[in-house]
């Protein structure tokens, strides 16, 4: 009998729900049949097995090291301090760590079987969700970090909940498997004005879901809000983007870019990254209404036959940006839809250190490496530090995109307590450490010990990467320099390493692909500049391109700028070849359809 496609999966899921109930309370096996896991995705958790054990325990041939990574959802990366110390607490269930992500979520690696019911619960009663936070669904809605407190500010974080209302999945099946049938809704939806066309959030008839129908999306969908000139959230990487016009302080309306994304294949030349386009700009209140007319015609478009073209990009792609943005207006009938306004952005870098939120209060942006929450042997105890300041002073903390923590809402009489606490657990302030403004914002995904996808390490190598271009840096007097380096353990692309001035891109054990020539602003793509260097190799390349840099560098021009005017990118496939695979690739799917058909 063939594998059932994820299609099929969804389909006959019965709202997602499939035999999730009856598998996890079996406990007399680690694990659960790979049909079941993909279903599982949509629930926020995927099962993972110990990749440093997996050689040795197939070797004796024993059952793999079976775990699941729970991943919990917050708009925006917001999470208050009882939050933050459920999630603390939920540790002891994993490996002793969490893992904020680039998406501002949390995960948890390492939950066994029996335990996953206990941890999803305690999430959802935490106020926060993981439901939708992985799936072909929309995930995690990321919006600008920074708390600063004006009209423009709250404006973002307020699309950032109406869009994760708007587009929840909904069935009871959530609220029966983990919640035993108990109806808990997240904070975000009981603080925010409730959406009108939410219906009960977690505990909702069986039938088709009004947005997703019985199939859902054909992919993930990833969508980001960001204020001008700070482009923390990476805009042009998501499915859609927006970005607010600001008249007189106030949020006249969004400009909306559609069909970013990274995932692509090594060598196959019709898988690629791309950066989104601006579709149309809309008036504040039809906001909303114009991400469902894009997310609707996704799930009528996009191509559910093959999963690696299934994204929204190869749909923008395939229909073109005119006929995309025809058939997104067609769906808004009534609303008025304008010309995208320009859009400039400067930096995706965090704002870290202190600073005043424009309330009286203040914020500080602790630089946390490579996202780990962990208490090291040698070193920062972050999961204390931010325990401590959670149950002393009970302020509020963000995830920034960048995988950093802010604690907001300092009052000025709290900072030196912030400070000490801090110290006392060994959390140095970035500039404090001394490290160089490009490590500051360097990021690497999750990759091994416990993503399935992984070919490379990225998170334990990247730190050991930067010290050498740390020194490096240094030595060659540009230790202020934008350089932004970014590492995936894949070509997945979840360290976002396609529009990073430095992207390395895992092949192989101790192997990378070398991409060059994106921008720290974030809207430029890299060209594959190696196609494969070993770990060993990688400071030599880097080094000759800085000293090409600071030998040839016109008075203030940035990285981005000098590798863009004296340098050609890098073999980066054409539209054009993209298009001629993809139009073969078409044709031979509708020659297999008229195939079974006949
Ligand atoms: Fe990702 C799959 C981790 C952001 C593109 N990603 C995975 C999985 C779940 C592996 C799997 O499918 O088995 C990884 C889990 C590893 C682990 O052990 O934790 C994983 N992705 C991550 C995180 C944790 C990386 C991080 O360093 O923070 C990020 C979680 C964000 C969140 O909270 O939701 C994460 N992933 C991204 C991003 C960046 C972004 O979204 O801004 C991308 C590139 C942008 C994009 O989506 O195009 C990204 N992840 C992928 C892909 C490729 C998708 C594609 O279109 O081809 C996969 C594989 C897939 O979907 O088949 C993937
Ligand atoms: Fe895993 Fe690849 Fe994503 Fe890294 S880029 S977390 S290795 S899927």
């Not at 949390?106 to 439901?131: A, F, W």
């Not at 609303?335 to 870290?352: G, H, R, S």
């Not at 490009?438 to 930067?466: I, N, Y």
Request: proline share 5%.
């Amino acid at each position: 009998m063939s594998k059932a496609s994820v299609e099929d999966i969804k389909l006959t899921s019965a709202g997602l729900r499939g035999q999730l109930a009856e598998l996890f309370a079996d406990t007399s096996t680690p694990n659960i049949p790979e049909d079941s896991n993909i279903l599982l995705k949509h629930h926020g958790s995927y099962q993972q097995d110990d990749r440093d054990r997996r050689a040795a325990l197939v070797k004796a041939k024993q059952e793999k090291a079976w775990s699941f990574m729970i991943r919990s959802k917050m708009p925006g990366g917001r999470i208050s301090a009882k939050q933050w110390m459920i999630h603390d607490e939920l540790c002891t269930k994993a490996f002793g760590n969490m893992r904020l992500t680039n998406r501002q979520g949390i995960q948890l690696h390492g939950v066994l079987k029996g335990g996953l019911k206990e941890v999803i619960h305690n999430v959802c009663h935490s106020g926060l969700s993981t439901m939708g936070a992985c799936g072909d669904v929309v995930r995690n809605t990321m919006g600008p970090a920074a708390p600063v407190k004006d009209a423009v500010h709250a404006d973002t974080q307020r699309l950032t909940e109406e869009i994760s209302q708007r587009f929840l999945w909904r069935s009871s099946a959530y609220a029966d498997i983990w919640l035993d049938g108990e109806k808990v809704e997240p904070e975000w939806i009981k603080a925010s004005e409730p959406d009108p066309a939410v219906r009960a959030v977690t505990k909702a008839p069986e039938g088709d879901d009004p947005i997703y129908g019985k199939v859902y999306l054909p992919r993930k969908f990833k969508i980001g809000v960001a204020i001008q000139p700070c482009n923390d959230v990476d805009v042009f990487s998501q499915d859609v983007g927006f970005v607010p016009h600001v008249v007189e302080g106030r949020v006249e309306g969004y400009t909306i870019t559609v069909g970013g994304g990274f995932g692509m294949s090594h060598g196959q030349l019709a898988t690629r990254p791309f950066l989104a386009q601006p579709l149309l700009y809309v008036k504040r209140a039809h906001v909303v209404d114009a991400c469902e007319a894009i997310v609707t015609t996704q799930r009528d478009n996009g191509n559910r036959a093959e999963r690696k073209h299934a994204r929204l990009k190869y749909t923008v792609q395939s229909m073109g940006i005119e006929a995309f943005r025809a058939e997104v207006v067609r769906r808004l009938p009534g609303i008025e839809t304008f010309p995208p306004k320009e859009l400039k952005f400067d930096t995706v870098e965090d704002n870290l250190g202190w600073h005043e939120q424009g309330d009286g209060k203040l914020y500080c942006a602790v630089y946390v490496s490579m996202g780990r929450i962990v208490n090291c042997e040698n070193g920062p105890q972050y999961r204390s530090a931010f325990a401590e300041i959670a149950t002393r002073l009970d302020l509020p903390f963000i995830v920034t995109p960048n995988t950093n923590l802010i604690i907001a809402d300092v009052a000025p009489e709290q900072k030196e307590q912030v400070n000490a606490i801090l110290a006392k657990h060994g959390v140095v302030h970035a500039d404090e450490a001394g490290f160089t403004r490009a490590r500051k914002v360097a990021h690497a995904c999750v990759a091994l010990p416990t993503c399935g996808l992984a070919l490379s390490e990225s998170e334990r190598a990247l730190p050991g990467f930067m010290d050498q271009f740390d020194a490096m840096l240094q030595e060659l007097g540009i230790v202020d320099e934008p350089i932004l380096f970014r590492m995936t353990g894949c070509p997945n692309g979840c360290g976002r390493p396609y529009n990073a001035d430095f992207g390395f891109v895992g092949r192989a054990p101790n192997k990378w692909a070398m991409f060059v020539g994106g921008s720290i602003r974030g809207d430029t793509l890299a060209g594959l500049e190696f196609k494969s260097v070993t770990g060993e190799e990688i400071p030599g390349k880097v080094r000759a391109i800085l000293e090409a840099f600071v030998a040839e560098r016109q008075p203030g021009e940035i990285f981005a700028d000098w590798f863009a005017r004296t340098r050609t990118k890098g073999a980066e496939p054409t539209s054009e070849q993209f298009h001629i695979e993809l139009a073969e690739r078409a044709a031979k799917l509708a020659g297999e359809k008229a195939g079974e058909a006949g």
